[in-house]
Structure formats: C-alpha cells, structure tokens
C-alpha cells in the first residue's frame, strides 16, 4: 500500500491550491480516503472525505462551499480543490485511507481509524 500527497505549497489569500493523493496497493475498492490536516499547536481534523466506489462524501463545516474533494477511479488518485484559502487553512494536509470493508464517510470518522496515511504536505496561506 502506498499513499503520496502533492500539490501544497505557498498561496495568497483568496488563492486556491489543489492536493492530490495517490492511493494504491489495496486488494478492494471499499475504503474510504480522508484529508486531515494539522496546525502547529492543534489537533489533527478531518476536512473532507471521499468513498471511491460510490462516490459518496463528507466536508467538514470549515471545508464546505470553499473546498471539493473528487476521485479518479482509474488512476488510484483523490484529489482535494481548495478555493478562497485564508491563513486559517494553513496546515500541513495528510490523506489517509480507511481499508475496513463497509466504511464509510462520517462525520464521526476520528483519525484513528485510518489505517493509511502518506508524508503531508504543506499548505501556507499568507495575509
């Protein structure tokens, strides 16, 4: 199993970045790619999540109307398009994979479930 994130790095706010997670190696299609993210000094949080084989999604409140998360089946990727960005969303952004059969996006899904997870990539909003 391999988990790579790209696509951070350093936008103006108002600006938009897209993330981009490859997630391959699994033996099913019935898991769930999640991005977290991490602050200095805060706890990891979900922000979006996304269930590959049906489509279905959670965004988190913060997430929702400014960031869309989406997947490429054949390609293994998921990717995450961040609009209106502003220093708040400066973090380092990680994608992670629930591969438990009938998971599902929730809104309940806490970070330690996640079997998978890639590097992170940072993301700074500057003022």
């Known amino acids: 199993v391999q988990i790579v994130e790209s696509g951070g790095g350093l936008v103006q706010a108002g600006g938009s970045l897209t993330l981009s997670c490859a997630a391959s190696g699994f033996d099913h299609d019935d898991y769930v790619v999640e991005w977290f993210r991490q602050a200095p000094g805060k706890e990891r949080e979900g922000v979006s999540c996304?269930?590959?084989?049906?489509?279905?999604?959670w965004s988190s409140n913060s997430a929702k109307g400014r960031f869309t998360i989406s997947r490429d089946n054949a390609k293994n990727m998921v990717y995450l398009q961040m609009n209106n960005l502003n220093p708040e969303d400066t973090a380092v952004y990680y994608c992670a994979v629930d591969a438990n059969r009938g998971t599902y996006c929730s809104n309940n899904n806490p970070a330690a479930i996640y079997d998978y997870w890639g590097q992170g990539t940072q993301v700074t909003v500057s003022s």
């Open positions: 996304i269930k590959p084989k049906d489509g279905s999604t």
